[in-house]
């Protein structure tokens, strides 16, 4: 499991764990219900028009096995598609830590990307709701700022109650501050 | 004119059938239905979060797919 993986610091706590907002799935594996009914669709239209297909000249049903085997094909491989969109909305990750925040990035199959950001060194967290759907729901992109050496952004689509969640890194960077003693004009100097 | 010896047209038994094409086709989707459980059942293992959720997709994705499978190997070798 994941956990195990991600290895946390001795004392390290997680505050949080935090995917895509529903909708967002909800969205993406609409696509995938649209497909799965395209032949069962088609196969109602070419019933209802009978006529339609006696005028390339072919018979559907002295076909039907092929036709069925061919929907099954298409069902499959729609199926197929809707558990990878599956995977990558629940294989993408945020975990708020008291320390840090990970970042797990499933982009593809065998394309992942896991970032960490340590709380000291975040600087700006900014929050965007945009649009209808997304100030009904409830759901943005959050964008943060670390400062070091190689300064670094990362910037999340999606996220459900993003003032929530930025609220929450924020009391989480705070602490993480008052644990360390330092202010964070000492921090970036 | 003489007739010709040489032949234009390959002889009709060598033309693949229906039912080759249906058996070539499934072989294919069985091979890639293979290698994508193999992937999904690797990511899950690997990246799931949650033993129930990895459940709940593994026995949902064997529902939906296996059946489909299964009538698509009866059609292949009945066509």
Redesign the interface.
């Known amino acids: 499991m994941l956990f195990e993986k991600i290895k946390l610091e001795p004392g390290e706590e997680v505050l949080a764990t935090v995917r895509k907002h529903w909708f967002v799935i909800t969205a993406e594996l609409f696509g995938t219900f649209v497909l799965v009914l395209l032949p069962f669709i088609v196969l109602i239209v070419l019933s209802i028009l009978p006529d339609s297909m006696s005028i390339v000249g072919v018979n559907l049903l002295e076909y039907a096995n092929v036709v069925a085997f061919f929907i099954c094909v298409w069902l499959l491989l729609s199926l197929l598609g809707g558990f990878a969109i599956w995977t990558h909305y629940y294989l993408d990750l945020w975990v708020v830590t008291d320390r840090r925040i990970i970042l797990v990035d499933q982009v593809r199959f065998f394309n992942r990307n896991v970032s960490v950001f340590r709380l000291e060194r975040m600087q700006d967290i900014e929050y965007k709701v945009s649009g209808i759907i997304p100030t009904l729901l409830n759901f943005g992109t959050l964008k943060a700022q670390t400062a070091g050496a190689h300064e670094s952004n990362f910037n999340s689509t999606g996220l459900p109650d993003p003032r929530g969640l930025q609220a929450k890194i924020q009391q989480a960077m705070d602490a993480r501050m008052q644990a360390l003693h330092v202010t964070p004009d000492e921090l970036y100097q | 004119m003489p007739p010709s010896s040489v032949q234009f047209t390959p002889p009709i038994e060598s033309i693949p059938s ?1 039912g080759d094409g ?1 058996l070539f ?2 072989y294919a ?1 069985a091979a ?2 293979l290698i ?1 459980t193999a ?2 059942y690797y ?2 293992q ?4 949650n ?1 129930k ?1 990895n459940w709940i ?1 593994g026995v949902t ?1 064997l529902a ?2 296996l059946p ?2 299964f ?2 190997t009866i ?2 070798f ?2």
């Open positions: 229906l249906v086709i499934f989707i890639i239905y994508f992937i999904l990511h899950w690997q990246y799931g979060t033993v959720v997709t994705y939906t797919t489909l499978m009538i698509m059609l292949a009945t066509i």
